[in-house]
């Protein structure tokens, strides 16, 4: 996706706002094992900053259960890569939810009037 002219990557660690422990290899080209200290933007913080993308991949190894419970994240289109079980019954409430393979679902949000 990198060469694509209508595709922006914002390297953006969003989670809580505090620093979090992190691979010091952010292109992840390298099988790096150091950790380091890794900024991150709140979701509410993130959302203000940035325009509302077209599609977030998300990959935060767990973390996604709390994530998607932020109502930011409601209206958005979404790759997400699940770390223990997909919740289709949680998703279904905002969002059709379509496997891609066993771990990575798409989540595109319902039309709501």
Known sequence: M???????IVPLAVWDGLPHEAMDDL???????NECLCATLSVQ????L???PDLI???VEGAEYP?????LFHKCTMIVE???HIPWEEL????HATLIDDTHTLLTPHKRQ
């Not at 292109?27 to 790096?32: E, P, R, T, Y």
């Not at 994530?67 to 109502?71: H, S, V």
């Not at 279904?92 to 969002?95: G, L, P, R």
């Open 45 to 48: 913080t993130a959302f203000g």
């Open 82 to 84: 699940w770390h223990k």
């Open 2 to 8: 990198r060469n694509r002219p209508n595709v922006t």
């Open 92 to 95: 279904s409430y905002h969002w």
């Open 27 to 33: 292109d992840f080209k390298n099988k790096s094992t």
């Open 57 to 59: 991949k998300m990959d």
């Open 67 to 71: 994530l998607l419970d932020n109502a």
């Open 50 to 52: 940035c325009p509302k």
